[in-house]
């Protein structure tokens, strides 16, 4: 089993080579720089240890992993733009638009959210890509729930993080060929993963469940949460050591 | 064989029906209004037109015939964006952004695509929706060329407007389950479609083709593209009959 330091080199590798479709021409320029970020690549680790632990090699389930990724990174070129949260400033760096202007970034995130579809649809079954379709959706419901503003931070959290964390168990399954029929424990580790995500990031950046709960109760949530996520994977018929080491992680993280 | 009307009103009663994914919530208002806006639906029209000249119910190429639509329309919504076209108008209504603001259009466009997807997926083979994703980044590249200005126009109308009309005939071929191996004349069609809409667009428009060879020179573009476009359908081994009313529609219309 790999650690989740080695799955994190294997995406980033990945990313790196990936060729993008030609028709897009230059403006994979402007894709690149937004997925070269240097992002923690959590979901798609996620996936990877996912497919390993259900005993498909990365190779196999890079694909999906990295769909996830350009998913992910769709999200944010768009939810950066002047119109929506209008950042600047992205993992340190101008943000696609600041660097690219708004009509690139645009562009640049409709072309990510395509290319996505395309890799999930390497695959013989249509179960990754349908997934992936629906994970969208639901993280693109969050995010029109977060600009409009609403009092359920439970469901704006849910649909804007946790679909797509709990894709990245579900698109691991359906590339490693788990059957239906056993999927149903791993799909209950991958729903706790994007409460405990969303509750260390609040923690990190102070607002959220810390404005909510202060800064010793969103500890305690996020605390619980990852303990819940340890519970569900004991349950999980498999060597899940790298799983739960990538949960300890995503408690004890601090950046 | 349905004639194109009738075609028409089966576009448009799938579309006003159409259950769009719920997680969406009310985002859905803004796509619907985007996709109601009374377009001509010829993509979909063409492409339940070579359905079903290949010999498959409209019922069955439907699902793939709006995916077009919505793919079309996604386009639509960001390209009238304030930072791309600044079209506050859309068939005589404000566009999306001018009626829902800027950050709601960037979310319904992106949801449309994924949408899009979602129909394009519920095909048991991922042929449908791996087209659907390469013409979706042909457009997309096209639309960069666009901003960014190009000299090579006719680069520009094969990707901004080509690729989705050869993919309303491709898609369809898919759908309809027409073996690959005897795609070739079918494809030789579609391939002719974009160009021809194009130039009538510019006639139209009194742009484009006509700034470059004057409105009379672009007539006889477009009239040769109609015959090209009439020449590769006798090539295909089916009653072509009402793609071929299509065909003539499209280099008549006025509108």
Redesign the interface.
């Known amino acids: 089993m790999r650690t989740p330091d080695e799955l994190h080199r294997l995406v980033e590798t990945y990313l790196a080579d990936l060729a993008l479709?030609p028709?897009?021409?230059?403006?994979a320029e402007s894709m690149r720089y937004a997925l070269e970020g240097g992002g923690k690549r959590i979901r798609p680790v996620i996936c990877l240890a996912t497919g390993e632990a259900a005993g498909a090699e990365p190779e196999v389930v890079l694909p999906a992993a990295a769909a996830l990724e350009l998913v992910h990174n769709?999200s944010l070129v768009?939810d950066d733009?002047p119109?929506?949260d209008n950042d600047e400033l992205r993992r340190g760096r101008p943000s696609t638009w600041a660097q690219f202007?708004?009509?690139?970034a645009?562009?640049a995130?409709?072309?990510l959210?395509?290319?996505a579809?395309?890799l999930a649809?390497s695959?013989?079954?249509?179960a990754v890509?349908?997934e992936l379709?629906?994970a969208?959706?639901?993280m693109?419901?969050?995010?029109?729930?977060d600009?409009?503003g609403t009092d359920d931070l439970a469901a704006l959290h849910r649909?804007k993080t946790g679909?797509l964390f709990a894709a990245s168990v579900g698109l691991a399954l359906s590339a490693a060929g788990v059957p239906e029929s056993e999927q149903r424990p791993w799909r209950a580790f991958g729903d706790e993963l994007g409460l405990l995500f969303q509750i260390v990031d609040d923690i990190l950046d102070e607002d959220g469940y810390v404005l909510s709960h202060g800064r010793d109760g969103a500890r305690v949530l996020a605390d619980e949460a990852a303990e819940r996520a340890h519970v569900r994977l004991e349950e999980v018929p498999a060597d899940t050591a790298v799983l739960a080491e990538i949960v300890s992680g995503l408690a004890a993280r601090t950046s």
Chains 1, 2 share one sequence.
Do not use: K, M, W
């Open positions: 479709t028709e897009l021409g230059e403006l769709f768009h733009l119109s929506l202007g708004e009509a690139i645009v562009l995130g409709d072309a959210l395509t290319e579809f395309r649809l695959y013989p079954t249509t890509a349908r379709a629906q969208t959706n639901g693109i419901g969050g995010q029109y729930l600009i409009q649909l679909c």
